[in-house]
């Protein structure tokens, strides 16, 4: 990578889009300039003060106003309310002059080639040679763009598309122009992947790149196979949701979130400019969807698409679905499928797709014929988008947040069945495909020692995915680096002496076999190796510990094992703090309960920086009992500082636990203490996350791991904190706030965290406190409201307030 460095960057255009990709440098520490145009005309709020268009409020009231919004929005995004300090706003006319002294000027102005043109003329004018110029652009080809600019300028400049939002779609493409210098883009590849945590993929200069051309092409072919296929939109969103490994936002709602205007809007612009497309015919848009747009049935921006939200006279609030035929809402529908029954069984999506397209019903018939019209398309667009096939994969994957991408999706089917398919659907794949085969390979891709290899067109054979080194895999390592198994865990020796112990359960929930796995673990490390990482690459780390198993033991009223169960997690989680080598955590997504103890007890936590991370106990009835309270009380009687108000700082601790309080980013964790400063760290990157716990718990061994000490000193507050909780709990349920078994769970927590009720202060050895959270969160499981409470979350996923 060249020694460029990004210290401040410009973005021109403060629309839903600018915010975000502001937010998103700020996110990573970037330095941001954000300007936009200054406002024609004073609102009314402005004329009421009696100010002028010349005040400086007045001239950068859009660019403020937008910044507001998007900072407002949820999901946010921002990490953390306090990186917005990074972003400096200004506008075009005032501040220009300011783009001088960035390292890249990034326009994200509206999507009109007259209006980008002009943009760049005057950005030209005050730009420093060398600096980096790109534009987001979501379809204008990128060579018009530059048109009569300088050498230096043409040299410099790009289209950077980043998937809107820009903080949680990982889809960065990057488009060269005619005169892109080669380092340049070699640059931004490797930017977007180390620092902006995105997968990066250089597409070629045609209408909507990669992404939007595949993803629209999807989604056209979806709206005219319904009408043809009678569905209702109900039933497409189920067999395009979760069970074939996409959003559960599937087709429709996804359509309604992103606004039927903007699809319109690409698939109007390919419909366009790719007269050659074989499906053209596609692109166009059928009827429903024009009366749509005409009705401005927009979606969620216009409060009504696909779906609408009513209320009806009583308060009800219901979800209306559209009848495709008679263009009216009607109550929604539940959507069944004997095909789909048939996955229920299958955990791993990949594993699905053969049954899926095997299917005698309906769902059956529609995977056939929507997965042969995308592997048709996508095998016909190399090489008119790209030359690699498993960029096209890159791209769905990380811009629509698919699973797997066509040719994966297709390989899992078998390539020779794939073109049968296709046969009975009257269409073929491109002529390379067929070669393929003809040339011994029968697969997209394959992995040899730990690495994705992927079928190189011109070549004519499987070649090595670039980039790869900075990640590992587990998908790639697992069955030739298996040291351990069980039905909870996959034990992986990652190289150099470190081992990784990867989940397995449903979820990843902590039950039996996980903590089984996690002892094995640390045996097999302290015996023959150097390191340990938990960290797995599922949807998420772990929602926490197998409640369903404390609820059978509670209902059966097994108090014996129930209390043997709960020391043993206990017991484990001491075991990943005081083992003999360095342990890490890699938490990501949720890291709920039972997998924010284990986090809190592990040497070092090396997060993504998307994790959702907090002890969320309350929520089931009970007080965080796999040694979080006890860790809650340590770690605030470690920050008690001589003077302090000892009282204020663990009630910190004990708000975070009794409010069930979860961080939306691990840079909130640090704030809730369940990261520490200066011993956890933070990683962009989701990819790169074990290959960097991996150099962490290395250099940890290497530098003399010690086995800590047992600690004797934690200081409890006794019946001087005690006395204070139970006021406030009490005070709490008098304003209703609460209700009476939230008070008793409150104060069960508040006796765990004063260290019971002893005279005075006292130093108390985390054993002690271990057997007070164990001997709460046993009593409380004994309680009818608990068992209500697990029931509820078990049979719902959400929370019972009783």
């Known amino acids: 990578m060249s020694k460029r460095r990004i210290k401040k960057v410009a973005i021109i255009g403060s629309g839903i889009m600018g915010s975000g990709i502001a937010c998103h440098f700020a996110n990573i520490g970037v330095d941001v300039l954000l300007l936009d145009i200054v406002p024609r005309e004073l609102n009314d709020k402005e004329k009421s003060k009696g100010l002028t268009l010349e005040d400086k409020g007045v001239r950068n009231r859009l660019v403020n106003d937008a910044l507001a919004t998007a900072l407002k929005s949820k999901p946010s995004p921002i990490y953390h309310p306090k990186f917005a300090n990074r972003i400096t706003t200004g506008n075009l006319e005032d501040d220009i002059a300011k783009v001088a002294n960035v390292d890249w000027i990034m326009e994200v102005v509206v999507e009109r080639l007259d209006i980008k043109q002009q943009v760049f003329e005057s950005l030209e004018k005050h730009r420093t040679p060398g600096t980096l110029i790109t534009s987001n652009t979501s379809g204008i080809p990128i060579k018009f763009m530059s048109e009569g600019r300088s050498e230096d300028f043409q040299k410099h400049f790009c289209g950077t598309h980043f998937f809107n939002p820009a903080r949680y779609l990982k889809l960065f493409e990057i488009i060269p122009g005619p005169k892109t210098d080669t380092s340049v883009l070699e640059f931004l590849n490797e930017y977007g992947e180390q620092f902006l945590g995105k997968t990066s993929v250089v597409a070629k200069d045609t209408p909507a790149f990669i992404g939007n051309r595949i993803g629209i092409f999807s989604i056209m072919s979806l709206f005219h196979a319904v009408k043809d296929m009678e569905l209702t939109i109900e039933e497409v969103d189920k067999l395009t949701g979760p069970v074939i490994g996409r959003p559960k936002s599937a087709t429709f709602r996804t359509v309604d979130v992103v606004g039927l205007d903007t699809l319109v809007h690409v698939a109007n612009g390919i419909a366009e400019n790719c007269k050659e497309d074989e499906q053209l015919e596609l692109f166009k848009l059928p009827g429903f969807i024009s009366t749509m747009v005409k009705n401005k049935w927009l979606g969620s921006k216009t409060k009504q698409g696909f779906y609408k939200k009513t209320v009806s006279a009583e308060g009800k609030k219901e979800i209306l679905s559209l009848d495709l035929n008679t263009l009216e809402y009607r109550s929604a529908q539940k959507a069944k499928f004997a095909t789909l029954e048939l996955t229920k069984t299958i955990d791993k999506v990949v594993d699905r797709f053969k049954v899926l397209v095997s299917g005698k019903d309906k769902a059956g018939k529609f995977y056939r014929k929507s997965f ?205 703090r005081y083992s003999a080598i360095p342990t890490i955590s890699a938490p990501h997504g949720m890291s709920l309960g039972g997998a924010c103890e284990l986090s809190m007890h592990a040497d070092k936590v090396v997060a993504a920086a998307e994790t959702y991370i907090g002890l969320v106990e309350f929520g089931v009835g009970v007080i965080p009992g796999g040694a979080g309270s006890k860790e809650m009380a340590l770690r605030a009687s470690d920050t008690f500082r001589k003077g302090d108000v000892e009282l204020n700082t663990l009630q910190e601790y004990f708000l975070t636990i009794g409010m069930a309080k979860v961080a939306t980013s691990a840079y909130e964790a640090f704030d809730l203490g369940v990261l520490q400063k200066g011993k956890d760290i933070v990683v962009i990157n989701k990819d790169r996350q074990i290959a960097t716990a991996k150099a962490h718990a290395k250099l940890m061994a290497e530098a003399g791991y010690t086995q800590p000490v047992k600690r004797k000193d934690v200081k409890v507050l006794g019946k001087q904190a005690l006395g204070m909780f139970l006021v406030g709990t009490d005070s709490m349920e008098a304003a209703n706030y609460i209700s009476e078994h939230d008070h008793k769970i409150a104060n069960k927590l508040a006796y765990v965290m004063a260290g019971g009720d002893l005279s005075e202060p006292t130093l108390v050895t985390e054993q002690y406190l271990l057997d007070l959270e164990r001997e709460a969160f046993l009593s409380l499981c004994t309680e009818r409201k608990t068992l209500e409470r697990i029931q509820h979350m078990l049979k719902t996923g959400k929370p019972l307030r009783n």
């Open 372 to 576: 042969a019209a995308l592997f048709a398309y996508v095998s016909n667009r190399i090489p008119e988008i790209t030359d690699e096939l498993y960029k096209i994969d890159d791209a769905m994957k990380a811009g629509f947040g698919w699973e797997h991408g066509p040719f994966q999706i297709w390989d899992a089917i078998g390539v020779e069945a794939g073109i049968e398919i296709m046969k009975a659907e009257g269409l073929a794949p491109a002529p390379w495909v067929n070669d393929m085969l003809k040339a011994g390979s029968k697969s997209f891709y394959s992995v040899k020692e730990g690495a994705t290899y992927a079928y190189d067109i011109p070549k004519q054979t499987q070649e090595k995915i670039p980039g790869q080194d900075a990640f590992i895999i587990l998908d790639n390592i697992r069955k030739s680096n298996e040291v351990f198994k069980n039905s909870g865990v996959v034990i992986e020796d990652l190289g150099d002496g470190i081992l990784n112990c990867e989940f397995q359960s449903k979820m990843n929930t902590i039950g039996g076999d996980v903590l089984a796995g996690l002892n094995k673990a640390i045996d097999l490390a302290e015996k023959e190796y150097q390191g340990l990482i938990v960290g797995n690459q599922g949807a998420n780390f772990s929602v926490g510990a197998n409640i369903g198993m404390i609820f059978m033991m509670a209902v059966e009223q097994e108090y014996d094992e129930l209390n043997a169960a709960i020391k043993y997690f206990q017991d484990t989680m001491m075991r990943m």
